[in-house]
T-cell receptor, first 112, second 114 residues
């Protein structure tokens, strides 16, 4: 079945450090891929998405590229800020279904 | 627009009690869903609906009922609460059910079952 695997957290970085959060997926067909972010005490909100192979999603300095050959959708940011501290979820939605599959989430802590 | 709203924000139940978690959206979205969030397990789909009058089971439906009588509302009913249902519950909606759609989440309901 479909699944999403993302790196264990927490990830602790200093402000202005480079961020990578790994995400790989297993799916039949060609899913859409998403990164959602959850700030403390809030619901999830979309950070970025990509709907086909080689697409790059980007938002607020975050980027992720849909890599079909490696079944990956790694999240990157060149310079993190304290305000980026949150939990990040990788997710997929397979064509032909109405269901999202979420990863377990990666907590990011950015220290000033 | 209020987006997706959920009530209550926090609830304590005793084992065996029943309750309904409310979810409403004002974006005229066809697709709505319920998830539970547990530590180390991410979000798991409980039930979903692709339109008024149509619902289906997700990954973890046991112990929960849903109905969708209007486009706006999608309540989740716990029939007989168990400690294993202690969790944070999120409702989400999207314009359609296609695989490219962004889901919009409510702020969550934290449930504790004693």
């Amino acid at each position: 079945g479909n699944s999403v695997t993302q790196m264990e957290g927490p990830v602790t970085l200093s402000e202005e450090a480079f961020l990578t959060i790994n995400c790989t997926y297993t799916a039949t067909g060609y899913p859409s891929l998403f990164w959602y972010v959850q700030y403390p005490g809030e619901g999830l909100q979309l950070l970025l998405k990509a709907t086909k192979a080689d697409d790059k999603g980007s938002n607020k300095g975050f980027e992720a590229t849909y890599r079909k050959e490696t079944t990956s959708f790694h999240l990157e940011k060149g310079s993190v800020q304290v305000s980026d501290s949150a939990v990040y979820f990788c997710a997929l939605s397979d064509k032909g279904t109405y269901k999202y599959i979420f990863g377990t989430g990666t907590r990011l802590k950015v220290l000033a | 627009n209020a987006g997706v709203t959920q009530t209550p924000k926090f609830q304590v139940l005793k084992t065996g009690q029943s309750m309904t978690l409310q979810c409403a959206q004002d974006m005229n979205h066809e697709y709505m869903s319920w998830y539970r969030q547990d530590p180390g397990m991410g979000l798991r789909l409980i039930h979903y609906s692709v339109g008024a009058g149509i619902t289906d089971q997700g990954e973890v439906p046991n112990g929960y009922n849903v109905s969708r009588s209007t486009t706006e509302d999608f309540p989740l009913r716990l029939l007989s609460a168990a400690p294993s249902q202690t969790s944070v519950y999120f409702c989400a909606s999207s314009y359609g059910g296609t695989h490219q759609e962004t889901q919009y989440f409510g702020p969550g309901t934290r449930l504790l079952v004693l």
